[in-house]
């Protein structure tokens, strides 16, 4: 099994600053195609998650460009440039190389 | 604008069989996947498996002797039965739809997935 294992779990982070959550894989998630099998979701208080990237750095139908993905190999990042407060909620990251496997979740909160 | 719901009893007894339905409505079953996943009281995600409108499934490799997904795009639905359920089975089970993502290297043309609509979930409690 592919384990995913995100930090810091909690990021408490002040509105108009930028914020960063790492996910790491315990394997490559390098496809043989040469593209990275890695999303990112966010849980919002209340809701059921919704995609914000997909295939490592494509953002999703509707996300705000100030939410960008980067990484490679077992190494990925997800980077807001300027917190808002409606960005409040639980970030995973997931792999789908082998099954699809999430990481435990990074909760940020406003300061 | 496709909307998932799940439905299903809120309350099982230890040992009992899991039946939740999802339904579709909004849009078309066809040529997608669709997922189940749970989130045991705060803690994080786990998919359990997904079927194509096909009828092909993929599951868990942690839950596949006990979960069987399924479809019946007629009715514009899919379901999850997860046998002999224990208290780690209590969550809120969500279902969802993996929408498909062409990559294209030649000759190779790969399909990548990922979850696009999500129902609301429905909440699982497993108590004798």
């Known amino acids: ?111 | 604008q496709v909307q998932l719901q799940e439905t299903g009893p809120g309350l099982l007894k230890p040992s009992e069989t899991l039946s939740l339905t999802c339904l579709v409505s909004g849009g078309s079953m066809k040529n997608y996947f669709w997922s189940w996943i749970r989130q045991p009281p705060g803690k994080g995600l786990q998919w359990m498996g997904y079927v194509h409108s096909s009828g092909r499934t993929v599951y868990n490799p942690s839950l596949k002797s006990r979960v069987t997904i399924s479809i019946d795009t007629s009715k514009s639905h899919f379901s999850l039965r997860l046998m002999s359920v224990t208290a780690a089975d209590a969550a809120i089970y969500y279902c969802a739809r993996d929408v498909s993502y062409p990559i294209v290297v030649p000759p190779t043309t790969y399909f990548y997935y990922y979850m696009d609509v999500w129902g609301k979930g429905t909440t699982v409690t497993v108590s004798s």
């Open chain 1, 1 to 111: 099994d592919i384990v995913m294992t995100q930090s810091p779990l909690l990021l408490p982070v002040t509105p108009g600053e930028p914020a960063s959550i790492s996910c790491r894989s315990s394997q490559s998630l390098l496809h043989s195609n040469g593209y990275t099998y890695l999303d990112w979701y966010v849980q919002k208080p209340g809701q059921s998650p919704q995609v914000l990237i997909y295939l490592g750095s494509n953002r999703a139908s509707g996300v705000p460009d100030r939410f960008s993905g980067s990484g490679s190999g077992t190494q990925f990042t997800l980077e807001i440039s300027r917190v808002e407060a409606e960005d409040v909620g639980i970030y995973f990251c997931m792999q789908s190389l082998q099954s699809y496997t999430f990481g435990q979740g990074t909760k940020l909160e406003i300061k």
